[in-house]
């Protein structure tokens, strides 16, 4: 977040959102809508969706189907993702869906990219202590396929030439917002939890601010 910028980039933006009827994905759909944006999600199940918007558009379909990919994607200036896989299993739903949401970018020349992970995905200039250790441990026993999923993710998305921002996260919570957020990296300046309403804000925040481009910060309150 940019504190430098003399004039704050304020231009409404066309923005699509994958994951919007989560817990997350809900903050980060009302606050694009409140911030002007016009706002596509693709979704399964269309009756999940709880806000009307005139510049709200939902799209059915699944992030399986390229096809719905791309066409939630065309026409947009940035893409937001929030998804994470619900179940430990090994079909890596969400790397394979991340492809076909890369794929689309490309084709349709969207270069704007920010999604979401867990703090155990690894990055560059992480220092872990011993404690994030132990949770990296917990995860590999408790979760191996989750973690799995998201690490194969956050590969491909820094392979890409994408203007790609990885936003990790540590335990999330559903407090309220705080407004601030801290910024490190693993053993850097982060606490142990986020709240989902303050984590949806920075996300939104990186579509106009270059600060964290092909970057992989923690954040925490």
């Known amino acids: ?3 430098d910028r003399a004039t704050p980039d304020t231009k409404a933006r066309t923005v699509t959102i994958f994951g ?4 997350t994905g809900r903050h980060l759909v009302r606050q694009a809508l409140d911030a002007g944006d016009h706002v596509t999600i693709l979704v399964r199940n269309p009756a999940k969706v709880d806000l009307e918007h005139e510049r709200l558009r939902v799209i059915a379909g699944d992030i399986g189907d390229p096809a719905a990919v791309a066409s939630a994607i065309e026409g947009t200036d940035a893409v937001l993702s929030v998804l994470g896989p619900t179940q430990n299993t090994p079909d890596y739903r969400i790397s394979r869906g991340t492809k076909h949401i890369l794929d689309a970018m490309t084709i349709h020349g969207v270069e704007r990219l920010v999604v979401s ?3 155990g995905v690894g990055g560059e200039g992480d220092q872990p202590k011993l404690f994030n250790h132990l949770i990296s441990f917990a995860l590999r026993l408790a979760a191996r396929h989750v973690l799995e999923d998201m690490t194969r993710t956050v590969h491909a998305v820094r392979g890409s030439d994408l203007d790609w921002t990885v936003v990790r996260v540590p335990m999330l919570t559903d407090d309220p917002p705080k407004g601030q957020v801290r910024v490190g990296l693993v053993g850097v300046n982060t606490g142990p939890r986020i709240g989902r309403a303050d984590m949806a804000r920075f996300m939104h925040d990186q579509v106009r ?4 481009v092909r970057q992989s910060p923690v954040i925490s309150n």
Do not use: E
Not at 209 to 212: E, I, L, R, S, T
């Open 209 to 212: 601010d270059p600060a964290h």
């Open 1 to 3: 977040m940019s504190s």
């Open 20 to 23: 919007g009827t989560g817990k």
């Open 117 to 119: 992970a867990g703090a």
